[in-house]
Nanobody
Framework: QVSLTESGGGLVQAGGSLRLSCAAS????????LGWFRQAPGKEREFVAS????????RYRDSVKGRFTISSDDAKTTVYLQMDSMKPEDTAVYYC??????????????WGQGTQVTVSS
């Protein structure tokens, strides 16, 4: 089993920054990709960014490119999401996800509990 523990959410003003962390534990050897989804009230959960543990490759949704950066620690068991130039539309519960494949998706097997991010205008 793989456990994901998120931290770092909170309230920030538009234009500000937050950094989320997601620490993976357990059978981490099963995890190939780590990343983030988010879900705003009344909306579907959507992909935000991902990180591949083998190559360090990253992917982003278009609306966060140039503003968000995903990275990891040296062990590649903790991923970070640095969120800059934040906008009110970034307000959501952010979920860490992990998968044994090269992509994370809504059916990925491992999920964190979620952390609230609120951006005030």
């Amino acid at each position: 089993q793989v456990s994901l523990t998120e931290s770092g959410g909170g309230l920030v003003q538009a234009g500000g920054s937050l950094r989320l962390s997601c620490a993976a534990s357990g059978r981490i050897f099963r995890v190939f990709t780590l990343g983030w989804f988010r879900q705003a009230p009344g909306k579907e959960r959507e992909f935000v960014a991902s990180f591949r543990r083998d190559s360090g490759g990253t992917r982003y949704r278009d609306s966060v490119k140039g503003r968000f950066t995903i990275s990891s620690d040296d062990a590649k068991t903790t991923v970070y999401l640095q969120m800059d130039s934040m906008k009110p539309e970034d307000t959501a519960v952010y979920y860490c996800a992990a998968d044994a494949n090269t992509l994370i998706h809504l059916r990925s097997p491992y999920w964190g509990q979620g952390t609230q991010v609120t951006v005030s205008s």
